[in-house]
């Protein structure tokens, strides 16, 4: 079993930033796919960006490319979503997910899940 606790979720303007972490326990994560996923209200449950296991590769769709940054620090069992530039429309709950498959193969249905943190983006 593996636990994830995010943080670092709040109220910022337009334009700025923030960090997200998930720290995971009860097992390492070093051999997992790590990603994080936002769910606006209403909305379906939405990619954000994963990361392989040694965190040499990334993924990220077209809305968050260049704007979001996804790195991980396998000693610390830790994973950090950098969010800058941001928008109102990025406004949701972030979960952070760990899957057991190669980068390849994530599709964002399975694994362990956390329990969420709130990004509000004013305008």
């Known amino acids: 079993q593996v636990q994830l606790v995010e943080s670092g979720g709040g109220l910022v303007q337009a334009g700025g930033s923030l960090r997200l972490s998930c720290v995971a326990s009860g097992r390492t994560i070093s051999r997992y796919t790590m990603a994080w996923l936002r769910q606006a209200p209403g909305k379906e449950r939405e990619f954000v960006a994963a990361?392989?296991?040694?965190?040499?590769?990334?993924l990220y769709p077209d809305s968050v490319k260049g704007r979001f940054t996804i790195s991980r620090d396998n000693a610390k069992n830790t994973v950090y979503l950098q969010m800058n530039s941001l928008k109102p429309e990025d406004t949701a709950v972030y979960y952070c997910n760990a899957d057991y498959t190669r980068l390849e193969m994530y599709r964002g249905s399975g694994g362990y899940w956390g329990q969420g943190t709130q990004v509000t983006v004013s305008s």
């Open positions: 990361i392989n296991w040694s965190g040499d590769n990334t």
